[in-house]
């Protein structure tokens, strides 16, 4: 079975400081992975994606996060924090071979931004 | 840009009643999924549909729900007899054949009462 583990339910940064929500998974077949943001009151907007190509992924607002198969993880990252980026983060797993191709999320990670 | 987008919003109900949870999902997308988050919870997996039939469905899928697609754009959730714990924003989200990326609505708030 399939599961993800985000550490830390909730994250504060500094405007300007590095953003780092941490996400492990557990799969036992090689995994696509997701990271997902949702803004108060709204849906679910795709972030960025690992789908065995590249290990080090690069999706929307300047966020990036690197698959580490010897580590399960693939974490987020952004070098700069932005105000606009305060949200919930939620990391997801999906079976490469299972065609249903349903998403386990993780618990989430709310992030913060200080002035 | 293509979306999915649901109907109702919010949706308030009173225990007991039926409710029906409309989606209409990218046009072109073949697999279709409902996904639901109690308030202050995780998302979680409901169902997945593809080729006019369920495909898997979760623990938390029980005999009071059901979905349908009854025409060519629409997919729907029922929930024939809501109990309080009913109470969740659900999601629906579709994909692509060739794509692993789940496009997701905007969500549909229901509050059981």
């Known amino acids: 079975a399939q599961s993800v583990t985000q550490l830390g339910s909730h994250v504060s940064v500094s405007e300007g400081a590095l953003v780092l929500l941490r996400c492990n998974y557990s799969s036992s077949v090689p995994p696509y992975l997701f990271w997902y943001v949702q803004y108060p009151n709204q849906g679910l907007q795709l972030l960025l994606k690992y789908t065995s190509a590249a290990t080090l992924v690069k999706g929307i607002n300047g966020f990036e996060a690197e698959f580490k198969k010897s580590e399960t993880s693939f974490h987020l990252t952004k070098p700069s924090a932005h105000m606009s980026d305060a949200a919930e983060y939620f990391c997801?797993?999906?079976?490469?071979?299972?065609?249903?191709?349903?998403?386990?999320f993780g618990q989430g990670t709310e992030l913060s931004v200080k002035p | 840009e293509p979306e999915v987008t649901q109907t109702p919003s919010h949706q308030v109900t009173q225990m007991g009643q039926e409710v029906i949870l409309r989606c209409v999902p990218i046009?072109?997308?073949?697999?279709f999924y409902w996904y639901r988050q109690i308030l202050g919870q995780k998302v979680e997996f409901l169902v997945s549909?593809?080729?006019?039939?369920?495909?898997?469905k979760s623990e938390i899928f029980d005999d009071q729900f059901s979905v349908e697609r009854p025409d060519g754009s629409n997919f729907t959730l029922k929930i024939r007899s809501t109990k309080l714990e009913d109470s969740a924003m659900y999601f629906c989200a579709s994909r692509a054949r060739q794509d692993r990326e789940q496009y997701f609505g905007p969500g549909t708030r229901l509050t059981v009462t």
């Open positions: 046009s072109n997308h073949l697999y």
């Open positions: 549909f593809y080729n006019n039939e369920i495909s898997e």
């Open positions: 997801a797993v999906s079976d490469l071979y299972n065609q249903g191709g349903k998403l386990i």
